[in-house]
């Protein structure tokens, strides 16, 4: 079946009624052989992984000023021109010809994963204490739309932007599978679209337990390799796309891929994930943001500090290191036909030792 008769009206009758079957299904009923285990999740929330616990270290003249901020508001020569004409800065950041000069980290700290970047580069990540590449953090850490935020806070713009996808776009589903999932060793982990929205629980953050069907649609499917040690699961090679939408990210395109995740005692994942990405669709996802984003400033920033993938024609890099903080809740997961694939589970991932 093509995603485009899925998507017709008949198809789409039947998709609800598997939906429907899926969710009366029991769980005891799953197709899943005794020796091994999958446990689903879904993204409830998604953003850059801030660290902004020291601003007057890690941005000294920024934090000199009031506001503390890059505004495009008070900058009058961020002047975009097109074939002689005037067009929008926001829109057109790459035809600015001004460096607006938006200051760029200085502190040692940032989350991240060691990608084989420049060791001049380098961060420490706060939690690992290992050193990590995340140019793209020190390109944009010190504008307001992220300085003021601390962990586990979301910026601004993406908490925004994500809010207004929530009730209507496909989630972000997290298939993780091994032979023991209570237990250290080798895992799977499969990422996918919901056919439909996520579900908002009584406080308005995203519903755990609840059984969705994944789009069988492969432009949105990634699976990678990783390894449970101690209740962590890593992940250390792989490529991940994902599609959203505006005002949120429109895509999720990673390479280089690595993760970092563990179970908190509800049962929720907490973690990063990190790599490569096109700096230049990065920036233009901020132009159609709200308030508070300064593309101009961040076109800049990312081209200077893009650190891998040079055009074999001009020598530009085409990507840059990054990483977004996540949380995931349990969900149950069934195919079309409304077999159940994926159980949720409340359960702590991987051995830790009981204290």
């Known amino acids: 079946m093509t995603l485009e008769s899925l998507r017709s009206a008949a198809d789409w009758s039947r998709v609800r009624s598997a939906f429907l079957a899926a969710v009366a299904v029991p769980v005891v009923l799953s197709a899943k052989p005794a020796s091994a285990e999958t446990r689903g999740y879904v993204i409830s929330w998604f953003a850059t992984a801030v660290n902004a616990k020291d601003f007057a270290t890690d941005c000294p003249e920024t934090a000199k000023t009031a506001d503390q901020t890059s505004d495009m508001s008070v900058r009058r020569d961020d002047i975009a021109m097109i074939d002689g004409k005037r067009v929008s800065e926001r829109s057109y950041p790459a035809s600015v010809q001004k460096d607006p000069g938006l200051e760029m980290i200085k502190g040692k700290y940032a989350y991240g994963f060691d990608l084989g970047g420049s060791a001049r580069n380098k961060f420490i990540d706060p939690e690992t204490g290992e050193k990590i590449d995340n140019q ?22 993406e908490s925004q932007g994500w809010e207004a996808v929530l009730d209507n776009f496909q ?28 579900e908002r629980d009584a406080i308005s953050g995203v519903r755990s337990n609840v ?59 907490k973690g990063y994930w990190g790599g490569l990405t096109d700096w230049n669709a990065w920036v233009y996802f901020y132009t ?65 030792e009981r204290k």
Request: charged letters at 20%.
């Open 136 to 157: 793209l953090w020190r390109a944009v850490g010190c504008h307001s739309n992220f300085a003021r935020h601390p962990p586990p806070e979301r910026p601004y713009g």
């Open 171 to 198: 989630g972000w589903a997290m298939q993780i599978s091994g032979a023991d999932l209570s237990k250290d060793g080798p895992v799977t982990i499969t990422l996918d679209l919901t056919l439909r929205h996520l």
């Open 211 to 269: 059984t969705y069907v994944l789009d069988p649609a492969p432009r949105s499917h990634s699976v990678l390799q990783g390894e449970m040690k101690e209740g962590v699961l890593r992940v250390k090679s792989g490529d991940v796309y994902l599609t959203a939408d505006f005002p949120f990210y429109p895509q999720i395109d990673l390479t280089n891929t690595h993760m970092r995740m563990e179970t908190e005692a509800d049962g929720k994942i």
């Open 288 to 352: 159609a943001r709200p308030a508070n984003a300064d593309p101009v400033a961040y076109y800049w920033n990312l081209r200077k500090l893009a650190d891998f993938d040079p055009d074999p024609e001009t020598g530009q890099n085409r990507r840059i290191s990054t990483t977004w903080r996540l949380e995931a809740v349990p969900a149950y997961f069934a195919r079309v036909d409304g077999t159940i694939i994926a159980t949720a589970s409340h359960a702590p991932l991987g051995y830790r």
